[in-house]
């Protein structure tokens, strides 16, 4: 029997939950997974306090993969009481978009970021990596989140983009303002964000302006090249698209190669199989993204009245599918789901979660796998013996973007 044959659904609301409460969600990273796992082995939704923790693979799957669920991001300045127009009016970003909209934008812009695309920029990416070690190679120690992730995908995203070297401080401003939307004190922030957002939006039309007539082999490029039966970008969705590379390419990448080195400074003996065997990069990267990934969750709501399992979701209802609970159930790996190993292949059928499911599946997938795998090889043969010198500082467990603000190493120089 299919759910739209339930004459009488019981509504979400009226069903008695387990709960997912503010102190298990600023638990410890492990603690934190450990709390939600408990609750997933008692049910596979759990009221949160805005909605619904969606807690099991299968079920963070389906509800990805379901159209009638719409991203929640563009529910963003809403939630946070913002009012300003700028914020609240604004075109709808691939990110958020829906429907025929985001199938479009989907279509025009796949091939300029398909896994070959990516791979054109591997080089560059090794050579911004050994750029950024070679300073604190000698000494044996480092701040690894200061010194290493934090500038690491602004100089690929430039490149990426066709920006020259000169300008990677203004875009690392740039994306460091615009970025504070997503942060706990963006209401106060927003005159800020605003004018990183004009300033990056004036230069890059003046990007694409200059690629209309003079092409090169670049991202914007690509971009106003591509058309599907007649249908082009317009400059405003060239902005857009420019934009969503800069938000989706950033903090991702940056907090997920910190949240990778937290894994590893916890497992040596894997850290220095990676640096002997460096073509276990890509089996690596799925599995510290699945062990710890920086993306631990995601917010979708209901754009109708949907049921699911038996149960109504009255429309404008919030989820939050769990990747990270996803990512520790128990069928997503051959051997034990709480044993961290590089070696082993991925389940087929059963990719690990962080980088979402779904149309609104991460767009920048190739790129950020392209970037760790170079990145991570290059640190565990550059720095061997990594091992915590002080005391990290991880992000706050709210954060949409789960990563580490200080990281202090030592390492054999």
Same mark, same amino acid.
């Given at each position: 029997?299919?759910?739209?044959?339930?004459?009488?659904?019981?509504? =979400?609301?009226?069903?008695?939950?387990?709960?997912?409460?503010?102190?298990?969600?600023?638990?410890?990273?492990?603690? !934190?997974?450990?709390?939600?796992?408990?609750?997933?082995?008692?049910?596979?939704?759990?009221?949160?306090?805005?909605?619904? !923790?969606?807690?099991?693979?299968? #079920?963070?799957?389906?509800?990805?993969?379901?159209?009638?669920?719409?991203?929640?991001?563009? *529910?963003?300045?809403?939630?946070?009481? $913002?009012?300003?127009?700028?914020?609240?009016?604004?075109?709808?970003?691939?990110? !958020?978009? @829906?429907?025929?909209?985001?199938?479009? +934008?989907?279509?025009?812009?796949?091939?300029?970021?398909?896994?070959?695309?990516?791979?054109? +920029?591997?080089?560059? *990416?090794? #050579? =911004?990596?050994?750029? +950024?070690?070679?300073?604190?190679?000698?000494?044996?120690?480092?701040?690894?989140? =200061?010194?290493?992730?934090?500038?690491?995908?602004?100089?690929? $995203?430039? @490149?990426? +983009?066709?920006?020259?070297?000169?300008?990677?401080?203004?875009?690392?401003?740039?994306?460091?303002?615009?970025?504070?939307?997503?942060?706990?004190?963006?209401?106060?922030?927003?005159?800020?964000?605003?004018?990183?957002?004009?300033?990056?939006?004036?230069?890059?039309?003046? *990007?694409?302006?200059?690629?209309?007539?003079?092409?090169?082999?670049?991202?914007?490029?690509?971009? $106003?090249?591509?058309?599907?039966?007649?249908?082009?970008?317009?400059?405003?969705?060239?902005?857009?698209?420019?934009?969503?590379?800069?938000?989706?390419?950033? #903090?991702?990448?940056?907090?997920?190669?910190?949240?990778?080195?937290?894994?590893?400074?916890?497992?040596?003996?894997?850290?220095?199989?990676?640096?002997?065997?460096?073509?276990?990069?890509?089996?690596?990267?799925?599995?510290?993204?699945?062990?710890?990934?920086?993306?631990?969750?995601?917010?979708?709501?209901?754009? @109708?009245?949907?049921?699911?399992?038996?149960?109504?979701?009255?429309?404008?209802?919030?989820?939050?599918?769990?990747?990270?609970?996803?990512?520790?159930?128990?069928?997503?790996?051959?051997?034990?789901?709480?044993?961290?190993?590089?070696?082993?292949?991925?389940?087929?059928?059963?990719?690990? *979660?962080?980088?979402?499911?779904?149309?609104?599946?991460?767009?920048?997938? !190739?790129?950020?796998?392209?970037?760790?795998?170079?990145?991570?090889?290059?640190?565990?043969?550059?720095?061997?013996?990594?091992?915590?010198?002080?005391?990290?500082?991880?992000?706050?467990?709210?954060?949409?973007?789960?990563?580490?603000?200080?990281?202090?190493?030592?390492?054999?120089?």
């Amino acid at each position: 029997m299919s759910d739209a044959d339930l004459a009488d659904p019981v509504s =979400v609301h009226d069903l008695d939950l387990p709960a997912i409460t503010p102190e298990i969600r600023e638990l410890e990273r492990r603690e !934190s997974t450990k709390a939600y796992r408990s609750i997933a082995d008692e049910s596979w939704i759990a009221r949160s306090p805005v909605g619904y !923790s969606i807690l099991h693979y299968d #079920d963070v799957t389906a509800i990805l993969r379901d159209k009638r669920w719409h991203n929640a991001v563009a *529910m963003l300045p809403a939630m946070m009481g $913002i009012t300003d127009p700028f914020f609240t009016e604004r075109s709808p970003s691939i990110l !958020s978009a @829906e429907g025929d909209l985001h199938v479009r +934008l989907r279509r025009l812009v796949a091939k300029a970021f398909s896994p070959r695309s990516a791979d054109r +920029l591997r080089p560059f *990416m090794r #050579d =911004v990596m050994n750029e +950024l070690v070679d300073p604190v190679a000698a000494a044996g120690r480092a701040d690894i989140a =200061v010194d290493i992730c934090e500038p690491y995908p602004i100089p690929i $995203i430039c @490149e990426l +983009l066709g920006a020259p070297r000169e300008d990677w401080q203004l875009f690392s401003r740039w994306a460091e303002d615009v970025l504070r939307i997503f942060g706990g004190t963006a209401p106060d922030e927003l005159d800020v964000i605003k004018e990183a957002q004009l300033e990056l939006n004036e230069y890059v039309r003046e *990007m694409i302006a200059r690629r209309r007539s003079d092409p090169r082999d670049d991202l914007i490029t690509q971009l $106003i090249a591509a058309e599907e039966e007649g249908d082009r970008l317009s400059t405003d969705e060239l902005v857009m698209m420019v934009n969503a590379v800069i938000v989706g390419g950033t #903090d991702t990448t940056r907090n997920q190669l910190a949240c990778a080195l937290g894994v590893f400074v916890e497992h040596p003996d894997q850290w220095a199989l990676l640096a002997t065997k460096p073509e276990l990069a890509p089996q690596a990267v799925e599995e510290a993204m699945r062990y710890f990934g920086a993306v631990r969750g995601t917010g979708r709501f209901a754009s @109708e009245d949907i049921v699911y399992r038996g149960v109504l979701f009255p429309k404008d209802t919030f989820v939050f599918p769990s990747l990270a609970s996803a990512n520790f159930e128990h069928d997503v790996v051959d051997g034990d789901v709480n044993t961290f190993d590089i070696t082993r292949e991925p389940v087929k059928g059963r990719p690990q *979660m962080t980088f979402g499911s779904g149309i609104h599946y991460c767009l920048g997938a !190739s790129l950020a796998r392209a970037e760790l795998q170079e990145a991570l090889p290059i640190l565990a043969r550059r720095m061997p013996d990594l091992a915590v010198d002080g005391q990290i500082t991880w992000k706050p467990q709210t954060t949409a973007i789960f990563g580490a603000d200080h990281f202090p190493v030592t390492f054999t120089s």
